[in-house]
Nanobody, 121 residues
């Protein structure tokens, strides 16, 4: 299972960006899917996640500004980022917990390649 993220770029403080991530491969079901970010010199941290049933979870630092959504039919997840702040600058990674049922049942976690978001003040 591969994840491909897109949508990063440069934004001014107060602006908006929308990240997208598509999962491909032998996927039967994606359970939880979400976004993490890693700023320079910091550890990777969860930004937001969403379950197959639509239950969302957000880091306190982005609540009220970011919105995560998913399209189960397309195996895609989106992150709408509004009211961006310079401290949102980071590489954003999508991550998915998936199930594949072929000859046997396989479960796994995959990460995308990361997309850079830079917010200028």
């Amino acid at each position: 299972v591969q994840l491909q993220a897109s949508g990063g770029g440069l934004a001014q403080a107060g602006g908006s960006l929308r990240l997208s991530c598509v999962a491909s491969g032998s996927i039967t079901r994606i359970n939880s899917i979400g976004w993490h970010r890693q700023a320079p010199g910091k550890e990777r941290a969860l930004v937001a996640s969403i379950t197959s049933g639509g239950i969302t979870n957000y880091a306190d630092t982005v609540k009220g500004r970011f919105t995560i959504s998913r399209d189960n039919a397309k195996n895609m997840v989106y992150l709408q980022m509004n009211s961006l702040k310079p401290e949102d600058t980071a590489v954003y990674y999508c991550e998915a917990d998936w199930v594949s049922i072929q000859d046997e049942v396989e479960v796994g976690r995959s990460w995308g390649q990361g997309t850079l978001v830079t917010v200028s003040s």
